[in-house]
Nanobody
Framework: QVQMVESGGGLVQAGASLRLSCAASGRTFGRYTMGWVRQAPGKEREIVAG????????YYADSVKGRFTIARDNAKNTVYLQMNTLKPEDTAVYYCAARASPVLGVVGAEYAYWGQGTQVTVSS
């Protein structure tokens, strides 16, 4: 089992950047596919990015392609989400999620383990 703690959220203006970090526990971090999933008030959870064990494969939602970048450092048990050119519609709680599978998950329901989330608020 893996446990995660997110950090890096905050309040920024439109056009700004933020980098989220997710620190995971456990010695088998490298065997988990990792993802970032967000949930805005009144909306369903939406996976925004995913990354495979080796980082060879990545997935991005259309709404963030070209603006967000997911990366991982297996030596540090950490996954990152670099968010550039933020928009008010990116406002949400961002969750780090893990899946004990080599197959990259592209739906939030495919991830079994979740962090507590970090709030990102983008003002216009």
């Amino acid at each position: 089992q893996v446990q995660m703690v997110e950090s890096g959220g905050g309040l920024v203006q439109a056009g700004a950047s933020l980098r989220l970090s997710c620190a995971a526990s456990g010695r088998t971090f490298g065997r988990y596919t990792m993802g970032w999933v967000r949930q805005a008030p009144g909306k369903e959870r939406e996976i925004v990015a995913g990354i495979s064990w080796s980082a060879f494969n990545t997935y991005y939602a259309d709404s963030v392609k070209g603006r967000f970048t997911i990366a991982r450092d297996n030596a540090k048990n950490t996954v990152y989400l670099q968010m550039n050119t933020l928009k008010p519609e990116d406002t949400a709680v961002y969750y780090c999620a893990a899946r004990a599978s080599p197959v990259l998950g592209v739906v939030g329901a495919e991830y079994a383990y979740w962090g507590q989330g970090t709030q990102v608020t983008v003002s216009s």
